[in-house]
């Protein structure tokens, strides 16, 4: 099995889609193992026989800082961080995006900034090559003291407490260290607030949507180009030069993509009666384009983040500082996040105009699609149910960021609800495949009304695999099982 290296070389979004889809185990590098022991070292050796007060070291949290926390308790304190900080409600968080919470708290581990000891973090490395995900919910982070309590949730397993899943399986933390002979860690000083700050659920949340949105935003052109074929739009709006001269870089990719798409096309070649197309044909270089920048914009962001240190307090053993600063607070990733959402809602938006068009009696087609409107209600009701979830995006797009609510008896007094915001672009996501889903559902269906004219062999083949799961609709069907696996398909173009 292929192992992925910890270390401080820069990780990509990219890596990460490989390690996921490679399942590649995970080993920290000599280089990491040896920051995490100093830094851990200079900890230790910083307490003994010191007075000096360090916050979250030998204090209590947020407005209990200036609560001094004896020596002997130190251990203590940390396990009671831990276990009071487990507050998760509602849903539970999916055992995937977990398991990149595991990856990426590993990873912010690693540079020897946290004074985590080797060994806790060689557990959390255990957990995730042993399919080991604890269960954490999806509510109750502010995003900005670090994403407490779904941390929390995933730090109670090296407590041996909690619950966790093996390999699907459901299981209560002291059964699963009793099935891999582990014993439960004894936290020290500094520890639980190493686990519990840092923006690891909101750029868990945020990897994940990234991953998905580059593979939808490939997909929504790959749709959006046979709907066209589908209403027989002209091939100008995608001229290069005209593009050129709006100097958006998205844009442009998109108008050569599309150009590309639909090479060697016997539908876009032939004369046109009309003279302009709808803007959700027309304007889809420079609506997906915008859609396209904004996701580059995010995974610049979020590569930021994913190779950042963001717990607090921040040690630094080179120059012997301990500083309690602010590196938990999730504001670039809840901007983010809710910029991602939106651009993603976009997507969908247009894609759901396209259908709305494609259904409407219009240059050749019949009304909803089917050769004999009124008897057959054809793909009437798939529009309604792709508007319906536009819709539902359309709400979730609502920024989180410009929410605070002030905690910890004031202590923390802003904070950027960006675990909102992640979960609510999570939602956008999934929302964005069903949509995607229902246009090709309709965009193929189009397509066979201009036959015997083929449009190019690029679409050709994406139709001929799709039409090995969904067949043409002659007449009226039980049209749901049709879009789930509709839905499926674009997932794998």
Known sequence: MAVHEISSKHLSI????????EKKTLALSAESAKKIADCREYLDNKLEGNSDVFYGINTGFGS?????????????????????????LGEEVPQEIVKLMLLLKVQGLSYGHSGSQLETVQRLIDFYNNDVTPVVYQQGSLGASGDLAPLAHMSLALLGEGDVYIKGERKTAKEMLSQFGWEAMTLKSKEGL????????????GVWCLINAQQLSNAADIVGAISLEGFDCRISPFSANVNQIRNQKGQIETASKFRELLKGSEIIAQEKEHVQDPYSFRCIPQVHGASKDAIAYAIEIFEREINAVTDNPTIFPETDEIISAGNFHGQPLAITLDFLGIALAELGNISERRVYQLIGGNRNLPDFLVANPGLNSGFMIPQYAAASVVS????????????????SNGQEDHVSMGANAATKCFRIVENLKKIIGVEIFNGTQALEFRRPLKTSSILEKVIQDYRKSVPFVDQDIIMQPEIEKSISFIQTI
Do not use: R, W
Not at 70 to 78: A, G, P, R, T, V
Not at 194 to 205: A, I, P, R
Not at 392 to 407: R, Y
């Open 64 to 88: 209990l800082c200036n609560t001094v926390i004896s020596n002997e308790d130190l251990s203590k304190l940390q396990s009671n961080l831990v276990k009071s900080h487990a507050c998760g």
């Open 194 to 205: 190493s686990l519990l700050n840092g923006t690891q659920f909101m750029s868990s949340y």
């Open 392 to 407: 539902q995006n359309k709400q979730l797009a609502s920024p989180a960021s410009v929410d605070s609510i002030e905690s």
């Open 14 to 21: 990219s890596d990460i889609s490989d390690i996921i889809k």
